[in-house]
């Protein structure tokens, strides 16, 4: 079992950078693999980026390559989302996720595959 707690969200303007947290429970956090989700009124959950449980893979929606950086510290069983140089279409509830079968770009990036979820942080971008 894996608790998941998102923090960092907020009001920024546009241009602006936040940083997302995601604290999770559990001795085995390091064997899972951890995304990022966001999802808008009115929208469907849309992936943002992900991260393998080893560190070495990196994946990124392209509408935020560039701008957006997943890390993980496993020492601290915490993934971060960097975010900058956001824009009003980043608004959005963003969750974090986490699943310890997960090994592929495919599998990664499909929010239905994901076990584990947090509430979600809602981060709001102002023109």
């Known amino acids: 079992q894996v608790q998941l707690v998102e923090s960092g969200g907020g009001l920024v303007q546009a241009g602006g950078s936040l940083r997302l947290s995601c604290a999770a429970s559990g001795r085995t956090f390091s064997r899972y693999a951890m995304g990022w989700f966001r999802q808008a009124p009115g929208k469907e959950r849309e992936f943002v980026a992900a991260i393998s449980w080893s560190v070495r893979n990196t994946y990124y929606a392209d509408f935020v390559k560039g701008r957006f950086t997943i890390s993980r510290d496993n020492a601290k069983n915490t993934v971060y989302l960097q975010m900058n140089s956001l824009n009003t279409e980043d608004t959005a509830v963003y969750y974090c996720?986490?699943?310890?079968?997960?090994?592929?770009?495919?599998?990664?990036?499909?929010?239905?595959?994901?076990?584990?979820w947090g509430q979600g942080t809602q981060v709001t971008v102002s023109s």
């Open positions: 996720a986490a699943d310890s079968a997960l090994i592929t770009k495919a599998t990664m990036t499909q929010w239905g595959n994901y076990q584990y």
